[in-house]
């Protein structure tokens, strides 16, 4: 039997309700559309642009992973 209060449930109970866009995703594709405006508004053609911002966000995501793997897992 299950004695955790946190973790009872009764039979009204209901599951709380999670947001429609959840926000860190959301931030980063404002952030990743506003770097890229900003590197048309300045003058980039737009090949050059979408090529930064592609290689950048692919270089993001393998230092992010290889930060993780440099700690430890928690358990």
């Given at each position: 039997m299950n004695r955790n209060p946190n973790t009872?449930?009764?039979?009204?109970e209901k599951t709380p309700v999670s947001q429609l866009v959840p926000a860190i995703p959301a931030v980063m594709v404002v952030l990743v559309l506003g770097v890229f405006t900003v590197l048309?508004?300045?003058?980039?053609?737009?090949?050059?642009?979408?090529?930064?911002?592609?290689v950048g966000g692919t270089l993001g995501i393998e230092l992010v992973r290889r930060l993780?793997?440099?700690f430890p897992a928690r358990r």
């Amino acid at each position: 039997m299950n004695r955790n209060p946190n973790t009872a449930r009764t039979q009204g109970e209901k599951t709380p309700v999670s947001q429609l866009v959840p926000a860190i995703p959301a931030v980063m594709v404002v952030l990743v559309l506003g770097v890229f405006t900003v590197l048309i508004l300045t003058g980039m053609p737009l090949e050059t642009a979408a090529i930064t911002v592609g290689v950048g966000g692919t270089l993001g995501i393998e230092l992010v992973r290889r930060l993780m793997n440099l700690f430890p897992a928690r358990r």
